[in-house]
């Protein structure tokens, strides 16, 4: 048994990684296009402080984050970027309580029934205390704070499942996939527009945003969208920046700092803007408004890099994951919008162990709810 895998962000190269090291031979078909997702994600990995309500969500999202540790201990002999590191949710002083309020009451409602069991809690924190965490906060009114939540850097992530996949195996080639190929109802392989083909008995879809394109074809709309994300790479000359807890405001912005100086804030969330991977004046002033708007000891901060990708969004938020209805041997991963650098990794894992073991992918995700 051969498995195509079209796309080499996260979601294709966890896969490539755990269909390899199950003996499986696999090859990746990917081209680097402008917009890819993983390429610019920030790296927050945490379901904790989240205000989702959706129950399927959340369980994958918590599950996922039980997950992380799992795989970065079999990427051991890589360097993932993945650390620990605090989290909080900051009202900014004469801001309207209202969303904090919900938020608060979400999380505290989740937490008090116990179904989603955490190693900590999340609580509420004195601003002044907060400020002595993060030097570069602005004037906070109230924060909700957990402890334990988790950084990891994408590009590394990537490149680390991608060098293990192939040390067991795997063969990832440079290639851009035009049409999967179905005779009798079945896939035989993937095709590109220059003519080149890749024989497989399975195929997997992980292609982001664009793997609506791939499977149109065959009448499955994954009702996919792109969510355009602009997101600043600044550098602080403050020491410390690797323990400030991750600062998150409640315009769905927020602040991550790493250990060497490099602070990130992010990110826009555009709708409608079609798959157009360009910045724009709006988005970049949007970013920077929001990030001094709660850190404002961030405006001296250099500017190293702005990054956009288009993040792969379903209509109903869940992420997309199982066997393509109607095409035998086509399956996808993907869908994770926001929140793929936390979901994918277990998502992938859940779409293997379907392929391989016959496990059931909870129905919530599975892509015959567009059929
Ligand atoms: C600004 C921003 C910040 C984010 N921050 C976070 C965060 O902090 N935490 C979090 O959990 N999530 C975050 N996310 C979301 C997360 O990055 C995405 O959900 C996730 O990376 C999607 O991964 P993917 O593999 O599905 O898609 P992608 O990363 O887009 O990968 C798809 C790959 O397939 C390739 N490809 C496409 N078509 C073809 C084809 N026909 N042939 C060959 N190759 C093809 C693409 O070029 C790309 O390499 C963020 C996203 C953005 C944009």
Known sequence: MRTIIVGGGLMGATAAHLLARRGAAVEVLDVKRLGNATWAGAGIICPEISAVTDQSYVALAMAAGRYYPELVDRLSNYDLGFGRTAIAKVRMAGEDPTAFNRARDIVYARQSSGTFPTRHTVTEVDPAWLREQHPLLG???????????????????????????????????????????????????????????????????????????LLTPFGVDLGLTPHRGQIVHLHTAVDGAGQWPILEGLRGHYILSWPDGRVVAGATRETGTGDAPHFTAEGQHQVLEEAFRVAPGLQPAEVREWRLGLRPAAADGRPILGAVPGVEGCWVITGHGPGGLLCGPYSAHLVISAMLDGQEVPAAFSPQRFA
Do not use: M
């Open 139 to 213: 004037d906070a009114a109230e924060a909700l704070y957990y402890p334990e939540a988790a950084r990891v850097d994408g590009r590394k992530l990537v490149e680390a499942l991608r060098r293990d996949s192939e040390s067991h195996g795997a063969r990832w080639v440079d290639a851009l996939a035009g049409r999967i190929v179905v005779e009798d109802h079945r896939v035989v392989g993937v095709e590109t527009p220059k003519g080149e083909f890749f024989p497989g008995d399975r195929v997997i879809v992980a292609a982001g945003f664009w793997s609506r394109d």
